[in-house]
Every structure is written in C-alpha cells, then in structure tokens.
C-alpha cells in the first residue's frame, strides 16, 4: 500500500514560472521591483475586477500592515479583529502599537460575527473612543458577511480592512474577496492557493492608497536626487524574482480553485451522512468559497464519543498531516489582556474542528486514503 505522507497544503506549480523567473535573470532584474513584480500586479487586477490597483509585497502580513497605516492606525487607538484567525491577522495592529478589539465568530461562515462587532463598537463609543478599523477574515476561503459588516463600517463610519489572505478566488456576491472593503490583503505564502514562495498584495479601489503603500514598501523616499526622506519607510516591495513565479501561478489560478473545490466536493460525499460530522458550508449561493483548506466539526455527542483529536492521531498514524482549526486570538497567552467581545462560538470551533488535507495536487487516491481513517475511526 502507498503510505506516502499526505500533507495539509503544498505549493503546486504550473510550469510556466520558470520561464518568467528565468526571464528576471537574463534581464538582470533581480531587486524588489521591474517587468515581473508589473505584469504581476497587472494580472491580479485584472482577475480582481472592479477597478482595483495593486501593491505586490514582501508578505501578506506587510499588506496588512500597509493598511493599518494607511486606513491611519496609531499607537493607542483600537482595532476590531476577528479573534477566530491566523496570529498574522493581529499582529500588524500591536506593530502600531494600535490595541486589537477582539470579535468572535458565527456559526454560519465562522468569520467575523456583525452582532458582537456592532456590540463592541457601541461599547467603545459609550467609552468615548471610536474604534479606527474593522478586520474581518474570510477563513479557509469562506467569505465573511459583508453586507452585514460593510452596513456597520458605513453606519459608524469605520473602515474595512479585508484579510484575504485565504481567500484568492472566492466570491460574496460575486464579487471577488479583496475588492469588498477600502484595503485588503493577500498572500502568497507557500501553502496558499497559489503562492510566489512568500508574497503578499495590498488590493484596494482607491489608487491613492495603493501609490502610498508602494511608497511606504520602498522606505518612504521622496523625489529627490539624494536619500530624502520625511516619513518613516518600510523594506515590504516584492522581489522581481519571485513575482515571476506569481505570473505563472496566475496562469493555474482558476484551475487551483476548482482542483480545491473537487477536493471539498469529495469529502462531502464520502462523509457527511456521517453522524457527528458537519462541513464548514457555504449559507447560500451568494456565498462561493475556494476552500482553500475543507474542515470539519467533529461532534463527540453524536460521534459515538470520537472527538477531533481522535480522528487528527489516527491520521498522523497514517501518514496524513490534519490540523485543528485555528486557536482564537483572545484565547492566546499574547494577546490576553485585550478586550473580546463574543459566546464561545470560536472556542466551539477550535475545540472540536479540524481541517483536512486540501492541497490542489493531491489525488483521489490520497483523498480516498483520508476518507478512510475517518471512518474507521468514527464508523465502529
Ligand atoms: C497566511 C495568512 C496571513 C499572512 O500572510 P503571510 O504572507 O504569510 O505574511 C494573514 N492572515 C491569514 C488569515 C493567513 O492565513
């Protein structure tokens, strides 16, 4: 039997990256910007639609961070975050030395819940100290509720902040996330639904903000024929080198989308008539996910007793890497003095979930051997 590690997420590529890494060679672009980081750029925007301008980066943590300063984030003003995320979503809001405002999730996309985020803001308005910023997450490609959430930025007059580092190609309304509020981020680490090796961008339909951030990426340098600076920069550009492999990752995107979603598609046939199993699931179809990692919540009480960590070790002692979901930001020794507002939603979540491998080149068979162990763990 093939017993090969299975693993939760790899780089897949398509073949052309080569071609336009070797052509950053040849030409001798090998810095943070040029033809490559360009025609990058170029092609998100136009996959993005809307209108939108972007800033290729070092990271999706350095897009995040780019948009705290840009959306005006200082030291002791507050941020309202989703707490059910990656610590990568918080941390640029401390490098402010900005405070995060903690949001709990709900049940239906697991993302940032409108309830407790409108329940936060009144509460810190009733302080006196109007929140700057709104984080919402689209986690594991689900798009959060941003009707809801774009009502409450517009009634208190507070901006989004998109992370969608996990949600390249998924759509609320059909339209792409990372075009749904005033900034948001992408990534392009290496277990991303595509990946540069590590990279991030910074979307948004205001030019403006885009034309700063690439500014504020390359160490804040004014016109000048000397070094002249009057604000503080920031080394965040994306290599020219590695923005050739984005191009051709760009070429697969749609295709590592769907390869995603037949893994999700899969999953859900083979398992969920499965007492005790449910799918994180799109609400309605306005809702459409890349599903960028498929999990799934494991009930011990209708699973015969069997929990998360039962399935997650018989797993491993098959060679497949699973994962438990996130561990939410307020529950993490780091962030423990900072407000949350929530009902123990995420901690449901991260108790009893677990995400299965989703990689896009992973075979039916590999998919198969996870079904498996999941049943001969659960159906006894
Ligand atoms: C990956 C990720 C980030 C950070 O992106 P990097 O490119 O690794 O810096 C931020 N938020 C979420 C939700 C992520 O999954």
Redesign the pocket.
Known sequence: MNNQRIWLSLAHMGGEEQKYVQEAFDTNWVVPMGPNVDAFEQDLGDYLGRGVSVAALS??????HLGLILLGVEPGDGVLCQSF??S??ANPIIYQGAAPIFIDSEKDTWNMSPEHLERAIKDCLSKGKKPKAILP?H?YGMPAKMDEISAISKKYDIPVLE?A??ALGSRYKNNFCGTLGNLA?L???G??IITTS???ALISKNDDYVRKARFLATQARDAAPHYQHSQIGYNYRMSNVVAGIGRGQMKVLAQRVEQRRANNDFYRKQLSEIEGITFHTEPSSNYYSNYWLTSIIIEPSKSGGKTREDVRLALDAANIESRPL?KPMHLQPVFQNYPFYGDGTSEDLFDKGLCLPSGSSLTKEDLQRVVDVILSVIEV
Do not use: M
């Open positions: 990271a999706g943590t350095a897009a995040l995320t990656f990568a979503s997450v986690l992370d580092a996990e981020a990534s392009f680490n277990n991303k590590g990279g991030g996130w």
